[in-house]
């Protein structure tokens, strides 16, 4: 099988550091082949790719027309049967269940103006309200219901955005819940652009220089 890298579109999140790291634990979870994965927020469906070429099947969302373009684009350069769906996290999937699901949402803490609705335009990938938990905590609540005995949720977020409360809220809802990779990395522009306001906050002390990332795993028991 030939294997390129995924063509990003203007508009869509590139694959990063934070993608990367979910990437590894993605490679490291046991999956038997004909597994039903979900991949939510797939962005260029690097993520949804990996988990199909290991002959699982796999549906992709995102609420980004740009986005799901991209990743059937990617898929069809591969020629990897990946389901591309458009719409809000878990709709487009209602009533099924996963194996695994995969998830690199939007994370980051912005000051948002005041009557503001949400993030629009590229920013939609990153930006995640004050506490960067505006779907960390949907996803939380909304995907162990979709998780079959026995099925995994990786989620990959940054410590800016409270991994306390992920564990907690997936312990909460019966989940065996613990961070299992860690990684620091260095600023980025979206955290350059609103580190004097992070610092403020207190998300950041004045020394730090690195962003930390987390990947969570999930498991529902048998």
């Given at each position: 099988m030939v294997r390129v890298q995924?063509?990003?579109l203007p508009g869509v999140y590139a694959p990063q550091d934070d993608t990367a790291l979910l990437a590894g634990a993605l490679a490291e979870e046991p999956l038997a082949p004909g597994s039903d994965v979900l991949d939510v927020g797939t962005g260029t469906g690097a993520l949804a790719l990996q988990a199909a070429r290991r002959g699982t099947r796999v549906t992709a969302v995102d609420v980004s027309w740009r986005a799901v373009f991209a990743a059937r684009l990617n898929a069809r350069r591969e020629r990897l049967?990946?389901?591309?769906?458009?719409?809000?996290?878990f709709t487009p999937v209602h009533g099924r269940s996963f194996d695994l699901i995969?998830?690199?949402?939007?994370?980051?803490?912005?000051?948002?103006?005041?009557?503001c609705s949400g993030p629009r335009g590229p920013a939609r990938a990153w930006d995640a309200g004050r506490d960067g938990?505006?779907?960390?905590d949907r996803i939380c609540r909304e995907a162990p219901g979709l998780l079959r005995p026995g099925g995994v949720l990786l989620l990959v977020h940054s410590a800016l955005s409270d991994p306390a409360s992920t564990l907690a809220f997936l312990r909460a809802s019966g989940l065996k819940a613990s961070v299992t990779r860690r990684r620091r990395v260095p600023f980025g522009p979206v955290v350059r652009a609103r580190e004097d306001w992070l610092r403020?906050?207190?998300?950041?002390?004045a020394e730090e220089k690195n962003?930390?990332?987390v990947v969570v795993r999930a498991e529902l028991p048998r």
């Open positions: 995924p063509l990003v049967p990946v389901r591309v769906r458009r719409g809000n996290l995969l998830s690199n949402p939007p994370y980051m803490p912005v000051a948002s103006a005041p009557g938990r505006l779907l960390l403020t906050r207190g998300l950041l002390s962003e930390e990332l």
